[in-house]
């Protein structure tokens, strides 16, 4: 707990008012403010780190390795971790489920080909040194910037090998590597998915809730984005993970339609902010924050 | 991709390298460090200002300056000169940066260096030893750590351009560093690449050159002219030699790897058949028989020995080795060889790649066991689809008359011509020559260069002449070229390994107090060695022990006291691994100040030694042994005939020669143990050349007669060896040194017993159970008339055999350390330490084992140990080759003059003629079907050995193996080889 029953009071009202009223001045639709530096572990094929305003603070690192296609059940690999909690925690695990089956299912998987047999395996490992609120859509958006920045090994040797065994060989030059987003077929876009975690409090809809309005909420969505379009899975869960919430409630179906068109009209936006991060990060080159 | 630099401290910068590291099918990224720095010096004996940078080193030594501060003048610049190479230079070069007469001051960059290492680590190695004898005043310049040179890879460079750029800036840096001490000092950067040249030219470096301009400014350029090789030159061999044919492209390297890991392509030595170039053998660890590799397609540019990836041939492509001979001068002649591989293959997939090994996996293995016709002689065959490492050496051989065309008196251009290598199994080598009148009839050295796919035949280079052929200077220099026996004079570095005493040396009389050596000088030692013999490393002693038993010892040339381990001459003994034994001549494996002198018992001095002596009872067994290093002075050096001749004169009475009937006795009962054991009595046809004392022509041929002292001291240091060997195995038993010699495989047997059944029906086959069997079936094959068959039989059978080789304890188990001609389970190399690299290692163990010194850790590394035996196993091949071929151009030589009628016997039949070894002078050769009489009539029966044909008379002959004829023996020099070979013509 918290907060205290007045302060919990207090919090609610502002929060059901409309348009509501945040204890940090944002708008429903506005994320926290956030810092992100991409590419900087140097010996993974992608990297990311974002930083919030509350000191939450998450790294992620994409490491590429080549495999047999026949030999592996799935492509990518997430690992998480999370300061605090217990790896087989359902927490942990529930994020981990979360992040992984995202990924597995909206993911171009044809980037990662590399001939008829043999393709690249990306394992994707985060690491949340500290977080407030619910963190998956940190670990979301840090996922998106580091596979945003991963590079992998230009392959040299002959790409037909069902009939004839070839080993893969791979220019040595470093700066030949190819990003993700160059190996997309070229009508469309590498855009990996994200989480959005929006809370519900009455009729209100609220991205990114804090941790102090986590405490209020009465119901959390999360959902998911890609390609443009909002796609399943979309959930329903209590955010206020590390106790329990007595405004807790059943949601209004109507909500769930309100909550899409919210999506399409801001996500957009969010994506286009961390392309922007990217490319920003590109042109200076400094130090880690 | 190259971060930005940070300076850590003064004199310190730190950058990091990122790279893709590809491997077994991987791809890594890869981030280094770089560490940067300022005190590099140039190494330039002109420069004033790098003297002040100077740091020591780990060993608190000062880097030393060899560049001349007065290096060779260019002839039109007039001004003196360093040169900085680049990377293909050195690699085509060479033998050109070897040359006395040119390439003085080099300056050969880091990343050039490290370049040549990736693509040949032999001339990295020779490269290397340049740089470590100052003779040629080379250094390697550590540009991709200096801080003024070393620069950052630009995007999208690639490594090539970027390692090229890091040449250039060496280049760059030299001149302008140089030019601030001196401004008559030019640097030249020499590169054959024109993009790397005007590269240059527009950065700014004027004195850039490619090789023949360079070559052009030098005051020798005309001896220099025609070594510059063919690939550097940028003219290539006319049009009409391109395209004459063309080989199939190789596989690319990842192809290579991957089908080598599915197991669709198998990799393996080369072996072309001596009696036909155009088949060779892979040998393959998936199949038991070898691979056979059939016509020029098929073999697609392998050379003998190069280790070669290869593919199946489809089922219907399988064939029996032929039984026919075809040299490369017959066909070659008229330069049209027939393929029998030239349709095409139609293409085929992995997985029926994987069948058809299956199959012939099912083929090879049925093939041993049943032994039903002509089924059982399929072989499949392959073909060569890559070459992982090319085995190219020197070649010695001669211009063929016929390639060089009249017209090569005008003009002084260079003209194409073949050179015709003494090793047949090789393809003649095109060169381009301006000296090619001049070079006729002369022994020439060649280097191979390329093999282009469009080219029938390899392009290679001249690279010196050894002399007139058939004068025995050349033809024994050449001899130890063919056989890679290293025979230059000891280097300087290696000679400064030796007591600064020389010859004056004498044992220090302090030894007893110093170190742990034992005084024998009491003991009554004596030596027994061939005649004239110089390097005596083995001298022995026996006496009678008061209870009536023996003491025998056994005492060895101490050579590890001079060569220690980790100096020059330890690893110069370590690469040459054997001396070598010529008709006339002998090359020493360590300078002859050890063999001759120091490390020799010689009679009557005092000598370090290091000794072994049992206690044996009546019967000869151990009661007792103990190893010493000793010093030790032995009483008399004889000869074998002196020593039998003492010891079979009843007056002499004297102590020593006592001792030698001791000696004598027991030695016949260790033979006799030994040959119980089985032991094996193989015999080869080892003749002996004497040389005319004062002219030193070879005056007559004798087959090598043995006394019994022979097997005196044979028998004592195979006891010795043995003994050796269970010592250091107890101690070091991952790495001790040992030789083994394995079991003949059956199927090496199978055609001499099934020559034998056929040819000889009365004779019990030969049985391979054990050496013993081995043994009492080759004493059971006698024939009452003839009895030399006996001996010819264990010639053949000693052709079946394996060869003995070195092995670290560690790489095999127990059982298999038994050595199978001398019947014992263990054995080693421990009593010639003078002329074999083996029994060094041994003595060091030996001293390891009895506390007397600490053994150097190269000796306890099992993977050094193995980088050891490899050398010296193939060192010692050599040497026994080069010795016999010493052997068979002096027999050539006596035969010269005296032309006679000889008994010899048939030892092989081909379809077109057979193969005859006469014992009297141990020569065999080849008599073609053309020498025997009408081409035509001639019907070879495959199952019963034998060749049947009209001779000359238009009689009747049928001919098969074991057949004893008569034959003209005479001595023919062939005009297209210009070897001397014996010409046998049958009666």
């Known amino acids: 707990m918290i907060l205290s029953p007045a302060e919990r009071s207090y919090l609610y009202d502002s929060l059901i008012q409309k348009p509501p009223i945040r204890p940090d001045s944002r708008s429903g639709h506005q994320f926290r403010p956030l810092e992100a530096k991409t590419a900087f572990l140097p010996s993974s094929n992608g990297s990311a780190r974002i930083r919030l305003m509350d000191g939450s603070e998450c790294i992620v690192s994409v490491k590429a390795k080549v495999v047999l296609k026949s030999q592996e059940s799935s492509l990518i690999e997430c690992d998480i971790d999370v300061s605090g909690n217990r790896d087989d925690s359902n927490f942990v695990s529930i994020l981990k489920f979360n992040l992984t089956n995202l990924l597995c299912q909206n993911f171009p998987m044809d980037v990662l080909q590399l001939t008829s047999k043999y393709s690249y395996k990306l394992f994707i490992d985060c690491l949340v040194i500290s977080h407030t609120s619910y963190p998956l859509t940190l670990l979301s958006l840090a996922t998106y910037l580091a596979l945003k920045t991963t590079r992998l090994p230009l392959l040299v040797s002959d790409v037909d090998d069902s009939e004839v065994e070839e080993q893969p060989t791979f220019s040595d030059d470093w700066d030949k590597s190819k990003y993700l987003k160059e190996m997309v077929s070229s009508n469309s876009k590498f855009q990996p998915p994200i989480f959005i975690t929006l809370g519900v409090v009455g009729d209100n809809l609220l991205f990114d809730p804090s941790t102090e309005e986590e405490q209020v909420l009465e119901n959390g969505l999360i959902l998911s984005w890609y390609n443009n379009k909002v796609i399943t899975p979309i959930s329903n869960i209590n955010l206020a993970s590390n106790s329990n919430n007595s405004n807790f409630k059943g949601m209004d179906p109507i909500l769930i339609s309100k909550s899409l068109a919210l999506l399409k009209k801001y996500c957009g936006e969010i994506v286009d902010a961390l392309d922007g991060i990217i490319e920003h990060d590109d042109a200076t080159e400094g130090g880690i924050f | 991709m190259i971060a930005k630099k940070q300076k850590l401290s003064s004199g310190l910068t730190v950058t990091s390298k990122v790279f893709v590291r590809s491997r077994n099918g991987g791809a890594t990224k890869i981030v280094r460090e770089h560490y940067l720095r300022n005190d590099i010096p140039c190494y330039s004996k002109l420069c004033h200002k790098c003297h002040t940078i100077l740091k020591p080193d780990s060993k608190g030594e000062l880097p030393r300056f060899i560049l001349s501060e007065s290096p060779t003048r260019l002839e039109k610049e007039g001004s003196i000169h360093y040169v900085v190479v680049d990377t293909n230079i050195i690699l085509h070069c060479i033998d050109l940066l070897e040359n006395v007469d040119c390439f003085y001051d080099v300056i050969i960059p880091q990343t050039v260096l490290e370049e040549v290492k990736n693509r040949s680590f032999p001339i990295y190695q020779r490269i290397r030893s340049l740089v470590k004898s100052d003779e040629k005043r080379f250094v390697v310049f550590h540009n991709e750590f200096s801080e003024s040179t070393f620069i950052a890879r630009a995007k999208n460079e690639s490594s090539n351009d970027y390692n090229d750029r890091s040449i250039r800036q060496v280049a760059k840096w030299y001149a302008e560093h140089l030019q601030e001490s001196n401004e008559d000092i030019k640097v030249l950067f020499i590169t054959n690449d024109k993009d790397n040249l005007q590269k240059a030219k527009t950065e700014g470096i004027v004195d850039a050159y490619n090789l023949t301009d360079y070559i052009e400014e030098l005051p020798n350029a005309d001896v220099l002219r025609d070594l510059i090789p063919q690939t550097s030159n940028n003219e290539s061999f006319s049009s009409s030699d391109a395209n004459e044919t063309s080989y199939p492209e190789y596989y690319s390297n990842s192809r290579v790897l991957g089908g080598l890991k599915n197991g669709t392509l198998y990799q393996g030595i080369l072996n072309i058949s001596s009696y036909n170039f155009l088949e060779g053998t892979v040998q393959v660890g998936a199949f038991k028989k070898p691979l056979l590799i059939l016509g020029t397609k098929n073999l697609n540019r392998g050379f003998n020995g190069d280790a070669v990836i290869v593919e199946l041939l489809p089922k219907d492509k399988w064939r029996e080795p032929s039984t026919t001979i075809i040299e490369e001068e017959v066909i070659g002649a008229d330069d049209n060889a027939d393929d029998d591989g030239d349709e095409e293959i139609e293409f085929i997939n992995d997985k029926e790649r994987r069948l058809l090994a299956q199959e012939a996996i099912k083929e090879t293995t049925a093939a041993t066991s049943s032994t ?199 690893s110069e ?85 006592q001792s030698m009937r001791v000696l004598l006795k027991l030695s016949k009962k260790l033979k006799q143990k030994r040959l119980d054991a ?121 052709r079946c055999m394996m060869a003995a080789e070195y092995f670290p304890s560690g790489s095999y188990g127990y059982p298999e350390f038994r050595h199978y001609g001398l019947a014992v389970d263990i054995y080693t190399h421990f009593t010639s330490p003078i002329r074999r690299y083996c029994d060094v290692v041994a003595h060091r163990q030996l001293a390891g084992a009895i506390g007397y010194e600490m053994l150097d850790l190269s000796h306890r590394d099992k993977s050094k140990m193995e980088l050891i035996v490899k050398n010296i196993n193939k060192r010692h091949r050599n040497a026994q080759f080069a010795g016999r071929a010493s052997i ?100």
């Open chain 2, 573 to 657: 003994g370590a690469s040459r691994g054997t001396s070598v034994y010529l008709v006339d001549k002998r090359i020493d494996m360590l300078p002859m100040l050890l063999g001759t002198n120091l490390c020799s018992l010689k009679p009557y001095v005092e000598r370090f030694a290091f000794s072994v002596i049992w206690e044996l009872d009546e019967d000869a067994n151990i009661v007792n042994v103990q190893y010493m290093k000793s010093v030790i002075k032995s009483r008399e050096a004889f000869s074998y005939e002196k020593a039998q001749n003492r010891i079979d004169d009843p007056k002499q009475q004297d102590e020593l020669t």
């Open chain 2, 372 to 570: 039903d016709g002509a089924h059982s002689r399929l072989q499949p065959t392959a073909k060569v689809v890559g070459v992982s490492r090319r085995s190219w050496r020197y070649y010695v051989g001669q211009i063929a008359p016929t390639s060089v065309s009249k017209d090569h008196d005008t003009g002084n251009s260079a003209k194409s011509c073949f050179v015709i290598l003494m090793d047949k199994v090789l393809p003649k080598i095109r060169i381009r020559t301006r000296k090619a009148k001049e070079l006729l009839g002369q022994r020439i050295v060649v280097a191979v260069d390329s093999w282009p796919s469009t080219s029938k035949y390899p392009q290679g280079h001249f690279v010196r002449c050894l002399g007139e052929i058939e004068s025995a200077e050349a033809e024994t220099e050449a001899l130890l070229l063919e056989h890679d026996v290293e025979y230059r004079p000891f280097s300087k570095n290696v000679l400064d390994c030796l007591p600064k005493e020389g010859d004056s040396w004498v044992v220090p009389q302090d030894f007893e107090t110093t170190t742990k050596r034992k005084d024998l000088r009491d003991k009554l030692v004596c030596s027994i060695d061939p005649p004239g013999c110089v390097d005596i490393d083995d001298a022995l002693h026996a006496g009678i022990l008061p209870n009536g038993n023996y003491e025998v010892g056994v005492h060895i040339a101490d050579v590890t006291h001079f060569v220690k381990p980790n100096t020059a001459l330890d």
């Open chain 2, 678 to 798: 089985g032991a094996l009595n193989l015999a080869s046809p080892e003749v002996k050349v004497h040389m005319d004392s004062e002219t030193s022509d070879p005056g007559e041929v004798e087959i090598k007669k043995l006394l019994e002292t022979n097997s005196l001291v044979e028998e004592f240091m195979l006891f010795a060896n043995i003994s050796v060997a269970r010592k250091i195995y107890d101690s070091y038993p991952q790495t001790a040194m040992l030789r083994r010699h394995a079991p003949p495989p059956a199927t090496n047997f199978e055609v001499l017993n099934n020559m034998l059944a056929v040819r000889k029906p009365s004779m019990p086959t030969i049985s391979l159970e054990s050496s013993k069997s081995l043994a009492d079936s080759l004493d059971r094959c006698n024939d009452p008339k003839d009895p030399y068959f006996n001996t010819l039989l264990r010639i053949m059978s000693t």
């Open chain 2, 888 to 987: 068979e151009y002096y027999v050539g030589q006596v035969m010269r003059n005296n032309e006679s009628e000889q008994e010899g016997y048939v030892i092989k039949c081909f379809n077109n003629g057979i193969v005859v070894l006469v014992p009297k002078f141990g020569v065999e050769g080849l008599i073609k079907l053309e020498l025997l009489g009408d081409v035509n009539s001639a019907e070879y029966d495959e199952d019963k050995f034998e060749l049947k044909f009209k001779d000359f008379n238009n009689k009747e002959r049928v001919i098969g193996v074991f057949d004893k004829v008569k034959v003209d023996v005479k001595s023919i020099k062939d005009e297209v080889t210009g070897k001397r070979k014996a010409q046998l013509i049958l009666k």
